[in-house]
Structures are given as C-alpha cells and as structure tokens.
Antibody
Framework: QAQLVQSGAEMKKPGASVKVSCKASGYTFTGYYMHWVRQAPGQGLEWMGWINPHSGVTKYAPKFQGRVTMTRDTSISTAYLDLNSLRSDDMAIYYC???????????WGQGTVVTVSS | SSELTQDPAVSVALGQTVRITCRGDSLRSNYATWYQQKPGQAPVLVSYGKDNRPSGVPDRFSGSNSGNTASLTITGAQAEDEADYYCNSRDSSGHHWVFGGGTKLTVL
C-alpha cells in the first residue's frame, strides 16, 4: 500500500537550516504532487508548498518564499524539504503528504519533529 | 481572501448527528477536503471532492459545499470520532492551499 516514511527528529540552533526527507513507496512517486505541511505545538495545520516530483516544479506559500526549498530524487522516490534561517517559531512537526486524488492529501508521512533552540 | 474559518470546538451526544462547518471565499469555486487528526497522530483524509470518502472511512462521514460554506457531517457520532477536524482547499488563486484553524469535536 502507498506509504510515506520521513526522516527522524532534528534539533537545530537558531539561524541554522534543516533538511527533512520523505520516502514514498507503494505508488508511482513521479505521478502525484507532494505537499509539505507543518504543525506548531498545540496549533493547527499550515500548508508550506508542493513539488511536482515528475518535473521538479515547486510552489511555495508566500510566508515561506525565500526560506524554503523543496526538491526530489526520483531514483530513490524521495522528496526533501529544506528550511533555512530557522527561528524558534519554526519549531513544529513537519509532514509530507501525497496528493493521490485531485486536491486531496491522501497519504501522510508520520511527521518529523524539528526543535529550534540555542 | 485566502482564509478558511472553522468553529474552534463542537460537541455532540453519542449517536447523534453533528455538522462541522468551514467558511471562506475560496469555497465558492473549490471543494473542501476534510482531515481528522487524533492526538499524537498524523492527519487522515476523511472526505474530498463532492462527497467522496477514501476506502476505510465509515459512511457516517459525508461532505458538502454550498456557496462559501463547506460542511462535514457525521451521522451517528461514535466515541472514536472525537478528534480535531481540519478543512482545506485551494485558495482563490488556485495555486496555493490553505487550512482552516481546526475544530475540536467532543463526543459526550
């Protein structure tokens, strides 16, 4: 069955960068958009952007433009989220989510906890 | 506007029907998608498009859209339905997505 498995928890200092990976299995990785969503402690879901794994084309939420980069490696069916200039308010669980049906995030990774602390 | 507005909390008696709503201008041209999230877990898709459910989601969950309002209706709520529910849709530009603030459902 379709599955997304994310990399492990990260602890970073303010100003640093973090890279989270999301490995897809059980479906055609290049056939469906991949989204990234984050959730700060006790808060709601926040959409960060998407990548088309086939073409590499990306679209980012305006809030993250300039600070986020989404890439993919089709040879290993893995998507990546890079977030730089980390601040304390970037502390969150970061999820990848596959859009297998139009406009629906059908499958989700287990989440990656990113802690930002000096 | 690119915002989606949800009531922060809703409660329902066991076995009764509850409607969770989501309002926003983008819903006039986009269907809402609904996700259920239980504590410590990733969100799960429960409704998308014009009242579609993924395999495995009970048929007591149904979605609908009217004007600028989308609704997730749970007919005969069960204890295991207690969770946070989020709506989501493309924004008015069609290029970005936005989530509602979430509704905490309590089953009494």
């Amino acid at each position: 069955q379709a599955q997304l498995v994310q990399s492990g928890a990260e602890m970073k200092k303010p100003g640093a960068s973090v890279k989270v990976s999301c490995k897809a299995s059980g479906y055609t990785f290049t056939g469906y958009y991949m989204h990234w969503v984050r959730q700060a402690p006790g808060q709601g879901l926040e959409w960060m952007g998407w990548i088309n794994p086939h073409s590499g084309v990306t679209k980012y939420a305006p809030k993250f433009q300039g600070r986020v980069t989404m890439t993919r490696d089709t040879s290993i069916s893995t998507a990546y989220l890079d977030l730089n200039s980390l601040r304390s308010d970037d502390m969150a669980i970061y999820y990848c989510a596959g859009e297998l049906h139009n406009n629906a995030f059908d499958i989700w990774g287990q989440g990656t906890v990113v802690t930002v602390s000096s | 506007s690119s915002e989606l507005t949800q009531d922060p909390a809703v409660s329902v008696a066991l076995g009764q029907t509850v409607r969770i709503t989501c309002r926003g201008d983008s819903l006039r041209s986009n269907y809402a998608t609904w996700y259920q999230q239980k504590p410590g877990q990733a969100p799960v898709l429960v409704s998308y498009g014009k009242d579609n459910r993924p395999s495995g989601v009970p048929d007591r969950f149904s979605g609908s859209n009217s004007g600028n309002t989308a609704s997730l209706t749970i007919t005969g709520a069960q204890a295991e339905d207690e969770a946070d529910y989020y709506c989501n849709s493309r924004d008015s530009s069609g290029h970005h997505w936005v989530f509602g603030g979430g509704t905490k459902l309590t089953v009494l």
